[in-house]
């Protein structure tokens, strides 16, 4: 069973950064790809971003590319969610997720963080 806590949400100016947290249980979070999701009011849930076990990897959607920045501490079981010159449209509760069986679906879940970008 792998936990996982998200937290840094919060409200943010548009233009204005900030960055998420998430705190995952376990030995072997080493070995978990991680990602970034969110969901909008009224919207369904959408991929942000992923990295690879050791960090090397980043992928993202074509929405936060050159925005946001994913990176990870496996010393610290945490993964981060950087997310730089933000728009009213990245308002949505944002979700960590890990797979931790390789096969490229998210097997765990946290229970989100909502941030919401306004003036």
């Known amino acids: 069973q792998v936990q996982l806590v998200e937290s840094g949400g919060g409200l943010v100016q548009p233009g204005g950064s900030l960055r998420l947290s998430c705190a995952a249980s376990?030995?072997?979070?080493?070995?978990?790809?991680m990602g970034w999701f969110r969901q909008a009011p009224g919207k369904e849930r959408e991929f942000v971003g992923r990295?690879?076990?050791?960090?090397?990897?980043?992928s993202y959607a074509d929405a936060v590319k050159g925005r946001f920045t994913i990176s990870r501490d496996n010393a610290q079981n945490t993964v981060y969610l950087q997310m730089n010159s933000l728009k009213p449209e990245d308002t949505a509760v944002y979700y960590c997720?890990?797979?931790?069986?390789?096969?490229?679906?998210?097997?765990?879940w946290g229970k989100g963080t909502l941030v919401t970008v306004s003036s």
């Open positions: 376990g030995r072997t979070f080493s070995s978990y790809v």
């Open positions: 990295i690879s076990r050791i960090g090397f990897t980043t």
């Open positions: 997720a890990a797979d931790t069986t390789g096969n490229g679906g998210m097997d765990y």
